[in-house]
């Protein structure tokens, strides 16, 4: 999770919002409850509009289906990643 720094030089822990809640939630549930991190995955993708995480989580669903958990748990962390990169400006 990103740090911000206050003026006083201490860091903050910022509060993730509702995207990456759902995002982490997804992925540490891919493997064992893979419809749980399913569905979590469908409420990202009602909420953005954002069309590069819209084709990652697209293929976590996609490889769910298949059955193959780990590429979806794999997909969903690619999408954590290209969030947080998104963030730090990158």
Same mark, same amino acid.
């Given at each position: 999770?990103?740090? $911000?720094?206050?003026?006083?030089?201490? %860091? #903050?822990? %910022?509060?993730? /919002?509702?995207?990456?809640?759902?995002?982490?939630?997804?992925?540490?549930?891919?493997? &064992? #409850?893979? $419809?749980? =991190? =399913?569905?979590?995955?469908?409420?990202?993708?009602? &909420?953005?509009?954002?069309?590069?995480?819209?084709?990652?989580? /697209? /293929? $976590?669903?996609? =490889? /769910?289906? =298949?059955?193959?958990?780990?590429?979806?748990?794999?997909?969903? %962390?690619?999408?954590?990643?290209?969030?947080?990169?998104?963030?730090?400006?990158?």
């Amino acid at each position: 999770m990103p740090v $911000a720094v206050d003026p006083t030089g201490q %860091q #903050m822990v %910022q509060v993730p /919002s509702r995207i990456d809640f759902l995002l982490r939630s997804a992925a540490a549930v891919a493997v &064992t #409850m893979p $419809a749980t =991190a =399913a569905d979590m995955v469908m409420r990202v993708m009602i &909420t953005t509009v954002d069309p590069r995480l819209l084709n990652l989580l /697209s /293929s $976590a669903l996609v =490889a /769910s289906d =298949a059955g193959d958990h780990i590429a979806a748990h794999r997909w969903v %962390q690619r999408a954590i990643d290209y969030r947080d990169q998104r963030r730090a400006g990158r």
